[in-house]
């Protein structure tokens, strides 16, 4: 009994095996034909997260502006330090202006 059990089970196993190969190798020969993965949803996410930055250095600009009126009414606005970049940084008009030092209290 249990010698009719095992070879049932590697008779299934052997032709499960040979199907598999016989997928594989069906696949293998369309493969080439196949259309190219579109880039669109790559594009797309990159779009996005390019605007969202704008948009997001508008805001951050903005709300720097409103916050120096209200402490200097009547002033011009200098221009905002690069928040990410702590490199030296060149200004085309104006002068450049100096990293507040901290001051220990």
Same mark, same amino acid.
């Given at each position: /009994?249990? $010698? %009719? ?6 008779? #299934?196993?052997?032709?499960? %095996?040979? #199907? &598999?190969?016989? $997928? %594989?190798?069906?696949?293998? &020969?369309?493969?080439p034909?196949?259309?190219? &993965?579109?880039? %669109? +949803?790559? *594009?797309?996410?990159?779009? *996005?997260?390019f ?5 997001? !250095? ?6 720097? &502006?409103? #916050?120096?009126?209200? @402490?200097?009414? =009547?002033?011009?606005v200098?221009? /905002? /330090?690069?928040?990410?970049? $702590? =490199?030296?940084?060149?200004? *085309?008009?104006? @002068? !450049?202006?100096? $990293? +507040? ?5």
């Open positions: /009994m249990w $010698r %009719t059990i095992s070879s049932y089970v590697l008779r #299934k196993y052997a032709d499960y %095996t040979y #199907k &598999k190969w016989e $997928r %594989t190798i069906l696949w293998d &020969k369309i493969d034909f196949r259309r190219p &993965k579109s880039f %669109t +949803p790559l *594009v797309s996410i990159y779009i *996005v997260a605007y969202s930055g704008v948009i997001g !250095a508008a805001i951050t600009e903005q709300l720097y &502006k409103e #916050k120096y009126w209200e @402490e200097h009414p =009547g002033e011009e200098p221009l /905002m /330090m690069p928040t990410f970049y $702590r =490199g030296p940084w060149r200004v *085309v008009r104006g @002068e !450049a202006l100096t $990293r +507040p030092t901290q001051s220990t209290p």
